[in-house]
C-alpha cells in the first residue's frame, strides 16, 4: 500500500498535529477500521499519538454529470464543487464555497450553514459496504451513521447557481474569525448556542498558551501560532465542566479529537 508524509502543522486548519505517515486508500481492499480516515482535517484536532490514518487518493477527487445527477468522488475538495457549479450554472451548492474540507468530510459530518445542509439535495453515497440511497442513512445536525469510507455521492441537478446566496453566506461568516481553527468547537445544545454558553461561563477571550477561545466568537478555537494539543484539551475540558456546573448542560465537541490513549 502507498503511504505518504503530512505534516499536520501545516495540513490541518488548526495548524496542530506533527509529520506523520499517511496510508492512501486506493480501493477498498487497503481498508482497515483500524485506520481513522481524514478529509482535509478542517474539522478534526489531531493529537500527540493519533490513530493510524488514511486519505483517499487523488483519483477520487472528480466532479461529473451522468444521468442527471450530479456525481462528487470523496476526495474533492468544496473549492472545486463550487468553482464547478458555478462555471456550469448548478443550483444548491453555493454554501460550499465557505465550508472548507473535501465531499467525504462533508457528508460524513453533514455540513451546512443554518438550514443549507449537504444531505438536503443527496440522493445517494457510495460506500466501501456499497451503494446507500439517502432514506437508509441516519442523519441529523452535523451527525450521520456512515460507518465506511465514502467514495462518492450523489445529488439532484438543478441548475441556476444563485449569486445572492454567495454573498448571504460570505455575510454570515463575518462574526467568525479568520485565525486558525477547525470550525466550531462544540454543537450548538439544543435551544441553545455553545458560543453564548462559553462567553457566560467567562471563557470567551480565554487563552491558554497560542489557544483561545476566540474572542470573535467564543465557539471557535484557534490557534495563534505556537498553540498545541495539550493546550485545545484543556480548554476543551474547562468549557465542558463550566457549562456543566453552571447550566447542567453537557456540551458535546463537533471537531473531532484524534487521539490514542
Ligand atoms: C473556518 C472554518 C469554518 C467552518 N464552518 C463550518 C460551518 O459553518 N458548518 C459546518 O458544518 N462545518 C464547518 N466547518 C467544519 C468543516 O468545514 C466541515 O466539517 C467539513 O465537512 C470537514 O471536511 P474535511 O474533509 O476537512 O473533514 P475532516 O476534518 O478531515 O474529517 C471530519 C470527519 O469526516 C470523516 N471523513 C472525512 N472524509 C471521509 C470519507 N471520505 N469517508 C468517510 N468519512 C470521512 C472523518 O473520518 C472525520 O470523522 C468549518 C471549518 C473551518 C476550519
Known amino acids: 500500500m502507498t503511504t505518504k508524509t503530512i505534516d499536520f502543522s501545516k495540513f490541518s486548519s488548526i495548524k496542530i498535529g506533527q509529520k506523520t505517515q499517511v496510508t492512501i486508500l486506493t480501493t477498498c481492499s487497503d481498508y482497515d477500521s483500524k485506520y481513522f480516515l481524514l478529509g482535509s482535517c478542517n474539522n478534526t484536532l489531531i493529537g500527540d499519538n493519533p490513530p493510524p490514518l488514511m486519505v483517499l ?12 445527477l450530479l456525481k462528487i468522488g470523496g476526495a474533492t475538495p468544496s473549492g472545486k464543487i463550487s468553482s464547478f ?14 465550508l472548507p474540507g473535501t465531499l467525504g468530510g462533508l457528508v460524513f459530518m453533514n455540513a451546512g450553514l443554518k ?3 449537504i444531505f438536503n439535495h443527496l440522493k445517494t453515497v457510495s460506500t466501501c459496504k456499497g451503494i446507500k440511497n439517502k432514506e437508509d442513512i441516519e442523519y441529523g445536525y452535523r451527525f450521520t451513521n456512515i460507518d465506511t469510507p465514502i467514495l462518492e455521492a450523489s445529488f439532484e441537478l438543478s441548475y441556476g447557481f444563485d449569486k445572492e446566496k454567495v454573498e448571504l453566506f460570505k455575510k454570515m461568516r463575518l ?3 479568520s485565525t486558525p481553527s477547525a470550525g466550531s468547537c462544540f454543537k450548538n445544545p439544543e435551544g441553545d448556542y455553545a458560543g453564548r454558553l462559553i462567553e457566560v461561563v467567562g471563557l470567551k477571550g480565554k487563552r491558554v498558551g497560542g489557544m483561545e477561545f ?33 447550566f447542567e448542560i453537557k456540551l458535546e465537541c463537533e471537531i473531532i479529537i484524534l487521539e490514542n490513549i
Open 85 to 98: 457549479c458555478k462555471k456550469h450554472d448548478i443550483a444548491n451548492f453555493e454554501f460550499v464555497s465557505h
Open 175 to 177: 462574526n467568525q474569525p
Open 214 to 246: 476566540s474572542n470573535v466568537h467564543a465557539n471557535f478555537l484557534v490557534n495563534h501560532g505556537d498553540g498545541n494539543f495539550k493546550d485545545a484539551m484543556y480548554l476543551i475540558k474547562e468549557a465542558q465542566k463550566r457549562v456543566y456546573e453552571m
Open 57 to 68: 487518493s487523488k483519483d477520487y477527487s472528480y466532479i461529473k454529470i451522468e444521468n442527471n
Open 115 to 117: 438550514e443549507f445542509e
